[in-house]
């Protein structure tokens, strides 16, 4: 995913209960019990532990997540990452080792993400 600047860090020891928002960047690296949402990109490093929704524009998963993940243009699932919950994107993209346990869906051309933009679906296995 292209680099942005990060406006927002949650640290490795940080542990934030409640609605994580932000128009900008979020990465994570700590736990996050509650709702996660940016108009950018969601970061979930590999020490990160994410309990509830995620909804941004781009979304890449390298730790673990339990909850809905809900993306405009893509998500990114890395190598080590537990995904158990739905996914929603138009591109999605899930590289070995990943383990993702839920259900996904990408609207096809006609249908409309959630943001209201129409993506042409593709998915990436590796």
């Known amino acids: 995913m292209p680099a942005e600047p990060t406006d927002t860090i949650v640290g490795v020891n940080v542990e934030l209960k409640g609605s994580l928002k932000n128009r900008g960047p979020i990465h994570i690296h700590g736990t996050v019990i509650g709702d996660v949402s940016s108009d950018s990109l969601v970061v979930i490093g ?37 995904v158990k919950g739905d996914l929603i994107t138009g591109r999605l993209s899930i590289k070995p080792g990943a383990i993702f346990i839920g259900k996904s869906q990408m609207p096809g051309p006609d249908e409309e993400l959630p943001a209201g933009e129409k993506k042409k679906p593709r998915v990436e296995i590796e």
């Open 46 to 82: 590999e020490t990160a532990v994410v309990t509830g929704p995620i909804t941004a524009r781009q979304v890449d998963v390298q730790g673990q997540v339990n909850g809905s993940i809900t993306a405009e243009e893509q998500i990114e699932l890395q190598p080590k990452c537990v």
